[in-house]
């Protein structure tokens, strides 16, 4: 059984910093990808960064390019989402969704994942 569990979120400032973890278990396609998406109050879930566990394929949503850094440890079965910079549009619930194909045009397609997190609570406010 697939378990994907967050950790990491909390209340930052403004320009502050936080990493997330998604621990996942019982999970071991070689082709498989794993996401980071968040929601906030009243939005859509919109997808933040995606890595390619296979061979590292990285992408970021605009609105976190150059700020956040999406990481994997194979031999932990984990994936890290580091947070820098924050803003306060970046509070959010964050979820890590994983799934077992991968394909480019997938990453941000929150309908295209089949296991997801509990969700963890970032936010930012001075």
Do not use: H
């Not at 109050?41 to 390619?52: A, D, M, N, T, W």
């Amino acid at each position: 059984q697939v378990q994907l569990v967050e950790s990491g979120g909390g209340l930052v400032q403004p320009g502050g910093s936080l990493r997330l973890s998604c621990a996942a278990s019982g999970f071991t396609s070689d082709s498989s990808v794993i996401a980071w998406f968040r929601q906030a109050p009243g939005k859509e879930r919109e997808g933040v960064s995606c890595i390619s566990i296979s061979d590292g394929t990285i992408y970021y949503a605009n609105s976190v390019k150059g700020r956040f850094t999406i990481s994997r440890d194979n031999g932990k079965s984990t994936v890290y989402l580091q947070m820098n910079s924050l803003k306060l549009e970046d509070t959010a619930v964050y979820y890590c969704a994983a799934d077992r194909i991968w394909y480019t045009s997938k990453c941000f397609n929150d309908r295209k994942y089949d296991y997801w997190g509990q969700g963890t609570q970032v936010t930012v406010s001075s």
